[in-house]
């Protein structure tokens, strides 16, 4: 897989991760506290 997408390719796909895991991080500390009743909807 290296070798196929090079250098540059893993560091823009970790990104890529990176972003998404933060994305769900973010989503699923919301839903707790709107469960908790902290947030309003």
Do not use: N
């Not at 090079?6 to 990176?18: A, L, N, Q, W, Y």
């Not at 994305?23 to 707790?32: K, N, P, R, T």
């Amino acid at each position: 897989f290296e070798h196929f997408v090079g250098d540059s390719g893993i560091k823009v796909v970790t990104r890529i991760f990176g972003v998404i895991l933060g994305a769900l991080a973010v989503q699923f500390v919301l839903s707790g506290l709107q469960a908790a009743g902290f947030a309003p909807g």
